[in-house]
């Protein structure tokens, strides 16, 4: 990309910038004003210069004083017999106004007035004054010496659509002096069918102080959207300051909750432990003993067995009792081991052999402890 077609790209941008904000402006003071009656927002916008229109007819002429708006203050009509230069400033000293005050201006019949409109880029948006003269030279018969000309610019999409007005100073200076003024008394041309806006569109003949024509309009715009900025950064750092408010005092309810919650669990996990400690404790206080296991074997095994050993133990399994001795049917013992409600599952785990010293079989059995208890061993 070269050179020139980086400037003409920010020289688009720039204006595109331009035009937003004056946009912005112009609703900005539009929404404001529309938020008084139309008097006061009149009143507000309202420069003070004033604008006396004359229309002469073929009959009468007519008195016309408005602002420097377009908005109509009075009107009168007087006959072309009774029409004199001295009704005129008899006429603006009735409304408090003077010739001082006031720019006289004409209101031309529509053959007067040649009307034309042409578009332009974006671009032409600095030169839009110069642009308009040049094509009005190239394009039409007139010279600058011999016309007065004035234009109107509007925006439709890409482009400008300029609306362009022209009088011929002859009808200007034949039409003054019919009302018994010079030609440099009138300071603008009226043009009737051009449709306003905010103002009609005129065709201004020479620049004159006595308009009063300031831009305070557009200083409040500017004015007005700077306190919409402002008041937009306002609510924006508000609305920040409100949100981080919150959420610092949420943090603060999260850790004082976050501390609760601790000394909960803790307090929980310890009740925990205490119920363990007496569950445990109730189950030893409730498991049989080795001296209730003893008294079991003693109950339930015949007279014709003895035991030569008695092993309580504690394993994975639960608790465990290991009998061993002599009996006259060491089968025999084991259904009579599983009957009784302290043991359980009893068998033999070894061979059963005859003891020819005793005369009596040698067994060992081993049987589960109905119940639980906590760990430890016994023997005897």
Not at 108 to 120: D, T
Not at 252 to 269: M, Q
Not at 366 to 376: M, T
Request: net charge positive.
């Amino acid at each position: 990309m070269d050179l020139s077609a980086t400037v003409w790209s920010l020289t688009l941008q720039v204006a595109k910038a331009g035009e937003l904000v004056d946009g912005f402006g112009r609703w900005w003071l539009k929404e404001f004003l529309g938020l008084f009656p139309q008097r006061v927002a009149d009143w507000l916008v309202d420069s003070g210069g004033r604008a006396l229109v004359l229309a002469p007819g073929a009959d009468a002429v007519a008195f016309h004083l408005k602002t420097d708006r377009g908005r109509l203050l009075a009107s009168s009509q007087i006959g072309r017999g009774d029409y004199s230069t001295d009704l005129i400033d008899e006429f603006l000293r009735h409304h408090r106004c003077s010739r001082a005050q006031a720019s006289i201006g004409l209101s031309l019949p529509q053959e007067h007035i040649f009307c034309r409109s042409f578009a332009l880029p974006l671009a032409a948006r600095r030169a839009l004054y110069a642009v308009a003269v040049q094509d009005l030279l190239a394009k039409t018969p007139f010279e600058l010496d011999d016309i007065h000309h004035g234009h109107r610019v509007r925006r439709e999409g890409d482009r400008f659509v300029v609306s362009q007005w022209v009088v011929r100073r002859a009808h200007v200076a034949a039409a003054a002096q019919a009302l018994g003024l010079a030609a440099d008394e009138i300071g603008f041309i009226e043009c009737p069918d051009a449709g306003a806006d905010d103002a009609p569109a005129s065709i201004v003949t020479k620049r004159s102080s006595a308009v009063g024509r300031n831009r305070w309009a557009h200083r409040v715009a500017f004015g007005l959207a700077c306190t919409a900025l402002l008041l937009a950064v306002t609510v924006l750092a508000t609305r920040y300051q409100g949100q981080q408010v919150l959420l610092d005092g949420l943090q603060a309810e999260i850790a004082a909750a976050t501390g609760k919650a601790r000394r909960v669990l803790g307090a929980i996990d310890k009740l925990r432990q205490e119920q363990a400690v007496v569950q445990r404790l109730r189950a030893e206080r409730n498991a049989p003993g080795l001296l209730d296991v003893w008294e079991e074997a003693t109950r339930v095994l015949p007279a014709h067995t003895w035991l030569s050993e008695l092993r309580l133990s504690e394993t994975p399994e639960g608790r465990q009792v290991v009998l061993s001795g002599f009996s006259a049917t060491a089968a025999g013992l084991v259904p009579l081991l599983d009957g009784s409600p302290m043991f359980a599952e009893a068998a033999l785990v070894g061979p059963v052999t005859m003891d020819p010293a005793e005369g009596r079989e040698r067994f060992i059995i081993q049987a589960k402890l109905k119940g639980a208890g906590s760990p430890r061993t016994a023997s005897r």
